[in-house]
Every structure is written in C-alpha cells, then in structure tokens.
C-alpha cells in the first residue's frame, strides 16, 4: 500500500465548480500534513497547511480526520488559475515528507 | 522568484558520463533534499541533510552520492547512472526548529540518460 494515496484524477470542472479532493496515508504517526500545488514543469509550492481543526484560505478549505487517516481540500468558486497537480504531503517528522502522486484538475472556461 | 537555485536546468548524460547537480539556497534555512520525481509517481525522497549531516538515505544506489559542503550548498554526484534514472530532480530546503515544515523547492534538474 502506497504511504500516501491520492485520487488521480484527471478532474476536469467549468469555472465557478466546487471541487473536493481526497488523500489518504496510512502512517498514523504522522505529524504534519500540506497541500503543494505544482504547475505544469514547475516546482510544487505550498498551497496550504493541514490542522486537525480544518483551515480555510479564501476559496479553499482543508480538513483532516486523523481517526480515518484522512485529508482533504475543497477548492470553490474554481477559477482558471486554480489548473494545476495538488500534492498531499504527510510528514513523518520535520525531515521527512512524503507524497502523494498529485490530482490533477483542469477548470475550464 | 525562487529561493533555492538549482544547476543545470537540462542535463543530458550517457550512461558512463559524471556529472554533478547543484543546489544553493538563500533562505537562511538548515536543512536541505533531494526529491526524484518521474512521470506520475510521487515525489521520492532521496537524501536529506540536517545542519549539514545526512539524516536519511532511502535505499538510494550508490550511483548517487549526495554532498552538503555548508548548510546553503547541496549536491548531486551522477555517476554511471541507467536509463531508468532519467527524471526530474528537486532540491528543497526547510527551517528545522520554529519552522512551520514548508518545503521550498528548486525549479529542478532535468535529467536525461541516453
């Protein structure tokens, strides 16, 4: 089983759609837990941070379920701009991240 | 703008070349990785340097030797590497203590072993 697993994907959403992602890990000593978008043949780069009591930045909400080894993001009111991979990241200790291999969403006009 | 810097962008390598990758970052951060990532699978930790020391190394072939000279340089040494081994390389740093764990990545190597 994959340390952390993510739907593939491809999610394909007209602008204004609301759009869930789901990520799963089964380390449950897990200390940390992200979300990295990365665009296409660029660098990942931090979308958001994970807390067990969920966090919202805008548009996007993150959520984890430590019980059920589960995370997840809703992005609303998708926008163009949002196209890109979304990487679940789950940290075993500071050093040491692990990812997911990304969904990848395309909004369209 | 990133703050981490990776050279070269492109790599183009025969399997008997050597050839180094490098990494320099100027965030002030103390500890710093390679990640390998090929066509749809996750990112795979390599190497990780903590204040300078490698912490951890996942089963990586000895055909990759990482070197971490000071706390703002890292390397890659490539040597007699396989076809296989074509993907792109990302160097990362992060603060240890009092940071948030954010990794900050380099735009990447990408290597090619013909």
């Known amino acids: 089983r994959k340390e952390v697993e993510q739907d593939p994907g491809p999610f394909n959403v007209p602008e204004g759609a609301t759009v869930a992602f789901n990520c799963t890990y089964s380390n449950s000593a897990s200390q940390s837990f992200f979300w990295y978008r990365q665009d296409c043949r660029k660098e990942p780069k931090l979308l958001m941070s994970v807390y067990s009591s969920g966090n919202e930045d805008g548009r996007f909400t993150a959520q984890l379920n430590r019980a059920s080894q589960y995370i997840s993001l809703l992005i609303r009111d998708s926008k163009l701009s949002d196209s890109a991979t979304y990487l679940c990241?789950?940290?075993?200790?500071?050093?040491?991240?692990?990812f997911g291999a990304g969904t990848r969403l395309t909004v369209k006009p | 703008e990133t703050g981490v810097t990776q050279t070269p962008r492109h790599l183009v390598m025969g399997m008997t070349n050597k050839k180094s990758l490098k990494c320099e970052q100027h965030?002030?951060?103390?500890?710093m990785y390679w990640y390998k990532q090929s066509a749809k699978k996750p990112l795979e930790l390599m190497f990780v340097?903590?204040?300078?020391?490698?912490?951890e190394n996942n089963s990586v072939p000895s055909r990759f030797s990482p070197e971490c000279p000071n706390s703002s340089h890292l390397f890659l040494h490539l040597h007699t590497l396989q076809p296989e081994d074509s993907a792109l390389y990302l160097c990362a740093s992060s603060r240890l203590a009092g940071g948030t764990g954010e990794l900050f990545f380099g735009e990447g190597s990408r290597l090619t072993v013909l």
């Open positions: 990241v789950v940290g075993r200790n500071n050093n040491d991240m692990r």
């Open positions: 965030l002030g951060h103390n500890a």
């Open positions: 340097y903590s204040l300078e020391e490698r912490v």
